[in-house]
């Protein structure tokens, strides 16, 4: 062999060798009140979402996958600890001005992806709170925050969009900020003059429902009072775009190294505020616009990572932090509109719910190559992508990690696509707690209203225990507790069981 042969022979094996060592990519696109039946993939007929369907066309459907809680917080504090996050207090969905929640002084998923060799970035919403104890500085370094618990990167929604201050923070600072006009936030009262959504209800864009009547920024009051900041200030419609492109733009930087991305959308909750692209697309008014717009982000994620090459090394998972909600505090017409969509499917309740609809959400993992395409029943809880993250990496946890964390690496790459967890614990908005096991749903005994009011969700309290044989009733209509005393006792048993774990 000449000289120049086995250089080429060992170029050739040592570019292979790098690829076959190269760890897989992780972009995780977490969608924001987003309903089973929400997307054409999940059986909406009155709505086409093309790129999300075809994620789920060639990748994997869950139909039995799980977020851990019905609202936002809790949801992202387990997804990102491997905790559940009703073992810890203040989790519930945090105000504008929280102290970042999650302690930087545990292991979470991001920092175990660090250790693994991953790049790692969260973009989007945040919600998680920010700063020392009584909350950030939003006109200084603002820390701690995502940086100390794992990512090394952000550009984020500090909490939410119906929630003040309404600027970007990238990395340990909001961005475009004057220093002659500095930010004030204030939930509890009035800072500056500005307009409020209380004051002046003409002068908003967007009427309200429910709550959200204070300072009016572009045209849409919000939860919180704030001023100052205004050349900072973003624009509801450019939201979706801004948070695709900062996205795109870390994967760009990356494409050499693996990456983590945690993607947190903005869409589909309130203020539901479309791009002029998408007004008016759906027929089924604003609500509907934006499940558009989410489906062109997805789209926008795919090319991107097609044109860098590296979707054959990445695995995309697409998922919501918590079920559907129509009225959630403006009037954008999401009743009116409907149309006959319906965004949960055959199921229960609805965001803040204990009912299954509450949780119960759309899930896809899709990875050309390496998952075969097709629909999986096995259960499956997000806690455990911490777990199946580190076992995908070759990482151990120590004892104290991700403590309600499975494994489930094989169920989520398609090997096991009947059973997965043996259990679910779902966690509502009040605090109620549900098992689901062996085809079996148990919710709690809880005090509460029964009805969410303008929302009109049913969150699923009651002071009798609540036992569905979900086998043969998937719309949790019938309650079969005094019927099956033994299913019931065993149940609580094994709730109480894991809240004293
Ligand atoms: C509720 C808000 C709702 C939404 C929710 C959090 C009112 C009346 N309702 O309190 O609009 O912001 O909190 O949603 O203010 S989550 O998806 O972030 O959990
Ligand atoms: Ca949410």
New binding site residues.
């Given amino acids: 062999m000449r000289i120049f042969e086995i250089f080429t022979l060992l170029f050739i094996s040592c570019a292979f060798l790098s690829q076959a060592q190269q760890k897989p990519n992780i972009v995780l696109i977490y969608t924001?009140?987003l309903g089973y039946g929400d997307l054409s993939c999940y059986g909406a007929n009155k709505i086409s979402t093309p790129n999300i369907d075809a994620l789920a066309s060639k990748g994997l459907k869950f139909n039995n996958a799980f977020a851990t809680s019905s609202?936002?917080?809790p949801s992202r504090f387990s997804l990102l600890t491997g905790k559940y996050a009703w073992r810890k207090s203040g989790t519930d969905?945090a105000p504008g001005d929280a102290a970042l929640i999650i302690p930087t002084d545990i292991n979470t998923l991001p920092k175990m992806l660090q250790h693994a060799g991953y790049k790692t970035a969260a973009v989007g919403k945040w919600?998680l709170g920010l700063g020392p104890k009584g909350g950030p500085n939003w006109n200084g370094e603002i820390k701690p925050g995502p940086l100390e618990i794992g990512f090394d990167y952000c550009f984020l929604i500090p909490a939410?969009a119906?929630r003040v201050p309404t600027v970007y923070m990238e990395n340990r600072h909001i961005i475009n900020l004057d220093p002659k006009d500095p930010i004030q936030v204030n939930y509890h009262s009035k800072v500056g003059n500005e307009p409020t959504g209380e004051e002046n209800p003409e002068l908003l864009k967007m009427k309200l429902s429910?709550?959200?009547a204070q300072t009016i920024v572009n045209g849409i009051s919000r939860?919180g009072y704030m001023t100052g900041g205004h050349s900072a200030r973003w624009k509801d419609e450019d939201l979706a775009i801004d948070i695709t492109n900062k996205s795109i733009e870390f994967m760009e930087k990356n494409k050499n190294n693996p990456f983590f991305l945690y993607m947190a959308t903005n869409d589909i909750?309130?203020p539901r505020s479309p791009n002029e692209k998408f007004v008016g697309k759906s027929g089924l008014g604003p609500r509907g616009d934006v499940i558009l717009q989410l489906d062109w982000t997805v789209g926008k994620v795919v090319k991107a990572l097609d044109s860098l090459g590296i979707s054959d090394n990445t695995l995309i998972i697409f998922s919501s932090?918590?079920g559907p909600v129509l009225d959630?505090?403006y009037a954008d017409f999401a009743n009116e509109m409907l149309n006959g969509h319906q965004p949960a499917g055959i199921y229960r309740g609805g965001?803040y719910s204990a009912y299954d609809a509450g949780t119960r959400v759309p899930f896809i993992a899709y990875w050309p190559g390496k998952i075969k395409p097709g629909v999986s029943q096995a259960m499956l809880s997000q806690v455990d992508l911490y777990h199946s993250f580190a076992k995908m990496n070759n990482q151990k946890l120590a004892a104290d990690d991700a403590p309600d964390s499975f494994n489930m690496l094989n169920v989520l790459l398609g090997k096991d696509t009947k059973k997965g967890r043996p259990y679910i614990v779902q966690h509502a908005m009040n605090g109620t707690l549900s098992l689901i096991e062996n085809g079996w749903k148990y919710i709690e005994p809880a005090e509460g209203p029964k009805i969410l009011p303008v929302t009109n969700i049913e969150l699923g309290n009651s002071k009798e225990p609540q036992l569905f044989h979900s086998k043969v009733d998937p719309k949790e209509e019938n309650n079969v507790y005094q019927s099956y005393p033994k299913v019931l006792s065993k149940m609580e048993n094994k709730l109480q069981a894991i809240k004293n774990k």
Avoid: E, F, W
Wanted: hydrophobic share 15%; aromatic share 0%; with cysteine.
């Fill in positions: 924001d009140d609202t936002c917080t969905i919600h939410t119906d429910d709550g959200h939860i909750h309130v932090d918590n959630d505090g965001k």
